[in-house]
């Protein structure tokens, strides 16, 4: 039998002969009755900094198990994925987009034997890179593909954290289609998995493949441009292809996966009619430290020891005013990548390789922003702020791409920078020293700083004068939702399935693949006839 055993603890240059050997010991069997031995969680313990260890959950064959009655010990149930009863579909449902949400949902549909076509606005991976390189480089930007969109979507360029606050069942499903198609096996064990940027284009492209090779289809540089709609229920849709040819394709179903920057879409979607509201998201800069200096922080004497790597932080603070100040998509030996997607706007955002071995740290630092702070009407009001904000900070960057930046020490003080320290700025296009108030309204950079000060009295050196903050991380959640029903229908258009980021449903990889199976699940329960 498999029992699966909690709460091991494993020291930092342990091996598995000594989670074996404890095994046996909570088993009350000798070792070689252990025929088999697997990590099934492991999590750093780094409560006390002067006890740094392992704690693990294993998974053991053996056959014997002398433990009358032990909570620590339970029988281990593989995990298997079920579909729902399938309803045969009586035409191909579309999955538009290919990120997180609309991988899992066409690959659903792929096992489910349903040969999905899949609109993906941007590139195939491979030409992806090509054209995010030359936007880094020379600042050619190219509004259909480029750090937003792509095969793989916003997560392709990322630090790949797979970390989320759901409990759905589902979430195995995805890390073992994941773990499949290339990604690390670490993820299935790690208490916080994460791919890496390295890693995501193979895995991604490994995905889109089995889909393939299940009957499905991959039309990438297509474009959604409108849905036809006949009774109340989606008919087909209406797309542009890679030469501007405009084409239609009949279907019933469509799993509406655009991510949260397909701002056109959006706007296509509001002059259909389809409910919509705008939603509360964030609005901050990406906040750099020495790499160095979070380990010493947060791993004191044993900062640098291998099996620990870069150390990560995850801080929230409450103002007095009742704003929340939080970072997000923490990038541990990471960099900050350029991630706009519309001409003449500066968006910044986080990645990380695999080893995390770059010599700074980064987080989106932010700040909740309501609709009372929109100052506009209607369900896109969020989007024109972001717009605004991105705009200001591509002028202040010099109008070519670069970025404004900041060192924590003069954004405190409120004086412009004139250069920089220790902490030198990563954002590939190159930064302007400046005042980051000249881009943020008041209540961000105000709050900001406020949470910056908290925030170094929970990780002390958080507000290290040499830090370097870069404007403006405005995308990390949609600014709208488009609603849907219980059935994950558009509450307006049966057929219609938002799914995903940009339709305000999820935050995250993991999150967002897991609704992308939720949709496909209910297309193949509940298919529009």
Not at 85 to 91: A, K, N, Q, S
Not at 206 to 226: M, P, Q
């Amino acid at each position: 039998m498999i029992y699966r055993i909690t709460g091991i603890r494993l020291e930092l240059d342990g091996t598995e002969k000594d989670l074996k050997r404890e095994a046996a010991k909570r088993l009350k069997v000798k070792p070689e009755k252990i025929r088999s031995l697997k990590l099934y969680k492991k999590s750093v313990d780094a409560r006390h900094k002067d006890d740094i260890h392992f704690i693990c959950t294993i998974e053991a064959d053996s056959s014997e198990n002398n433990v009358a009655s032990d909570r620590r010990i339970t029988e281990a149930k593989p995990y298997r994925y079920s579909f729902p009863e399938i309803h045969r579909l009586e035409v191909r449902p579309v999955v538009v987009g290919f990120g997180p949400a609309g991988m899992l949902a066409a690959l659903i549909l792929a096992q489910a034997g349903q040969r999905p076509v899949v609109l993906e606005r941007g590139s195939c991976v491979e030409e992806r890179q090509k054209k995010v390189k030359s936007f880094l480089k020379a600042g050619n930007l190219d509004t259909h593909c480029n750090v937003q969109f792509g095969e793989g979507g916003a997560g392709t360029f990322s630090d790949g954290k797979l970390n989320t606050g759901t409990k759905d069942p589902r979430i195995r499903k995805v890390l073992e289609e994941f773990a499949a198609a290339g990604a690390p096996e670490e993820i299935l064990y790690e208490a916080k998995p994460h791919i890496g940027t390295d890693h995501l284009p193979a895995m991604v492209r490994n995905i889109r493949e089995k889909i393939i090779s299940l009957g499905g289809s991959v039309l990438f540089d297509t474009r959604l441009t409108g849905i036809k709609v006949r009774g109340g229920a989606v008919s087909g849709i209406e797309f542009c292809t890679a030469d501007g040819a405009k084409e239609q394709m009949e279907t019933q179903n469509v799993i509406l996966a655009v991510g949260h920057s397909a701002r056109d879409t959006f706007e296509m979607l509001q002059s259909l009619g389809l409910p919509m509201e705008a939603k509360p998201f964030s609005v901050g800069a990406r906040i750099e430290h020495a790499q160095k200096m979070i380990d010493r922080v947060q791993y004191g004497k044993f900062a640098g020891h291998p099996a620990l790597g870069a150390a990560d932080y995850r801080l929230a603070v409450h103002l007095g005013d009742g704003r929340g100040v939080y970072t997000f998509c923490m990038c541990p030996g990471g960099t900050v990548i350029a991630a706009a997607s519309e001409p003449e706007m500066v968006v910044t955002n986080g990645m990380s390789t695999f080893a995390r071995d770059g010599e700074n740290a980064n987080s989106a630092l932010l700040v909740n922003v309501g609709l009372e702070d929109f100052g506009g009407q209607g369900p896109l009001a969020g989007v024109e702020f972001q717009r605004k904000l991105e705009r200001k900070a591509f002028i202040l960057g010099g109008g070519d791409y670069r970025a404004p930046a900041q060192r924590v020490g003069d954004f405190l003080k409120r004086q412009p920078s004139k250069s920089f320290g220790d902490v030198r700025p990563t954002y590939p296009r190159g930064v302007t020293p400046c005042l980051l108030d000249d881009c943020l309204p008041d209540f961000i950079a105000d709050s900001m700083r406020a949470g910056i000060r908290e925030m170094d009295r929970r990780l002390h050196g958080f507000a290290c004068p040499d830090a370097v903050l870069t404007a403006v991380e405005s995308r990390s959640s949609s600014p709208v939702r488009i609603i849907r029903g219980d059935d994950m229908q558009s509450a307006a258009l049966k057929g219609l399935y938002p799914c995903g980021e940009g339709a305000g449903y999820a935050g995250g990889i993991v999150s967002a693949a897991v609704d992308g199976i939720r949709c496909a699940e209910q297309v193949l329960a509940c298919p529009n006839k």
